[in-house]
């Protein structure tokens, strides 16, 4: 049987207010702010048990921190390669043929990594392109 402890609440609010597919410390200095005796290895082991549990999902970035995301339904993730925030890429159900199962194997998990240009960053780009163009005039 779970046990719903104060420390364990806290930590599940801060990742569903987050929202934002945060690593262990970014929860951990926000659980801080407002609860300095919570300790930080209690939030890491909190994170890791909820993950473990299935109440989280661990993001598993290459080239970056281990993070957390409160949504726990299949979906991928996708990283702007700018300014590295981390988005949802939602997957089409129905759609046989994403893979072959292999032979003698049960398939987990499945990891996909997506790169790309966040909205804030292309625009802050354009933005930069059009201020330097009206520069040089």
């Known amino acids: 049987?779970?046990?719903?402890?104060?420390?364990?609440?806290?930590?599940?609010d801060?990742?569903?207010r987050l929202a934002n597919h945060p690593s262990a410390e970014a929860v951990y200095l926000e659980v801080h702010?407002?609860?300095p005796r919570?300790?930080?290895?209690?939030?890491?082991?909190?994170?890791?048990?909820e993950a473990a549990r299935g109440n989280l999902r661990s993001v598993d970035i290459p080239r970056d921190v281990n993070r957390y995301d409160h949504r726990t339904e299949e979906h991928w993730h996708i990283?702007?390669?700018v300014c590295g925030r981390i988005g949802d890429v939602e997957v089409?159900?129905?759609?046989?043929?994403?893979y072959?199962?292999?032979e003698g194997w049960t398939v987990e998990n499945v990891v996909m990594s997506f790169y790309g240009i966040c909205a804030d960053c292309a625009a802050k780009a354009k933005n930069d392109i059009s201020g330097t163009e009206e520069d040089s005039k």
Do not use: F, N, W
């Open 100 to 102: 072959v199962q292999p």
């Open 1 to 12: 049987m779970e046990r719903k402890t104060t420390q364990k609440k806290l930590v599940t």
């Open 38 to 49: 919570v300790s930080k290895a209690r939030v890491y082991r909190i994170l890791k048990e």
């Open 33 to 35: 702010k407002t609860h």
């Open 14 to 16: 801060v990742m569903h």
């Open 79 to 81: 990283r702007c390669r």
């Open 92 to 98: 089409l159900h129905g759609t046989d043929g994403m």
